[in-house]
């Protein structure tokens, strides 16, 4: 069974840092690209960044670009985003969500976690 | 950075039949994937490319694509199939990124 759990979110200062995590199980992480996916309260889905299955790829949103770093680590199945800067705009719950097929990034997303909320206020 | 465009709610009788649309340049070059919000829970990929669905989801949901843009049908919709939906495609600046729709609250009367 895939899980994907995400983890580090919480109350933070704006222009403060805080990194997620997101730890994977149930399928064969490196072969995958990952995502970053936030929703903002009462509102839609947001792509965040993503990574491809060796980390040779990686994008971000316009928003977070410069502010952001999306990492892996294949040996722990785990999946990072490191954020700088926060902004009370970031608030947000945070979705870590894996990509649907094998060694190429299509950006569809067949599993989600539960998501990390992570609040940007003074 | 392209952007699609969804009509922010959408209303339907049980058991009759519903669209859901999606617009923007990026459908000319990408199929755009839908996806299923309920309240309090993660999305779920119902509809990705020319018409495919994931295992587990029902036959009555169905993908077109005309254009610059893009549609979710639901054939016959349920009381479960209350919820927000939402679209997405590859951004077609060619950068390694995606973009989503505003959504739409498609509400089961």
């Known amino acids: 069974e895939v899980q994907l759990v995400e983890s580090g979110g919480g109350l933070v200062q704006p222009g403060r840092s805080l990194r997620l995590s997101c730890a994977a199980s149930?399928?064969?992480?490196?072969?995958?690209?990952m995502h970053w996916v936030r929703q903002a309260p009462g509102k839609g889905l947001e792509w965040v960044s993503g990574?491809?299955?060796?980390?040779?790829?990686?994008g971000y949103a316009d928003s977070v670009k410069g502010r952001f770093t999306i990492s892996r680590d294949n040996a722990k199945n785990s999946l990072y985003l490191q954020m700088n800067s926060l902004r009370a705009e970031d608030t947000a719950l945070y979705y870590c969500?894996?990509?649907?097929?094998?060694?190429?990034?299509?950006?569809?997303?067949?599993?989600w976690g539960q998501g990390t909320l992570v609040t940007v206020s003074s | 950075s392209s952007e699609l465009t969804q009509d922010p709610a959408v209303s339907v009788a049980l058991g009759q039949t519903v669209r859901i649309t999606c617009q923007g340049d990026?459908?000319?070059?990408?199929?755009a994937s839908w996806y299923q919000q309920k309240p309090g829970q993660a999305p779920v990929l119902v509809i990705y490319?020319?018409?495919n669905r994931p295992s587990g989801i029902p036959d009555r949901f169905s993908g077109s694509s005309s254009g610059n843009t893009a549609s979710l049908t639901i054939t016959g919709a349920q009381a479960e199939d209350e919820a927000d939906y939402y679209c997405?495609?590859?951004?077609?600046?060619?950068?390694?990124?995606?973009?989503f729709g505003g959504g739409t609250k498609l509400t089961v009367l």
């Open positions: 969500a894996k990509d649907s097929v094998s060694s190429v990034t299509t950006f569809l997303f067949d599993y």
């Open positions: 149930g399928f064969t992480f490196d072969d995958y690209a």
């Open positions: 990574i491809s299955w060796n980390s040779g790829s990686i």
């Open positions: 990026s459908l000319r070059s990408y199929y």
């Open positions: 490319g020319k018409n």
């Open positions: 997405n495609s590859r951004d077609s600046s060619g950068n390694h990124r995606v973009v």
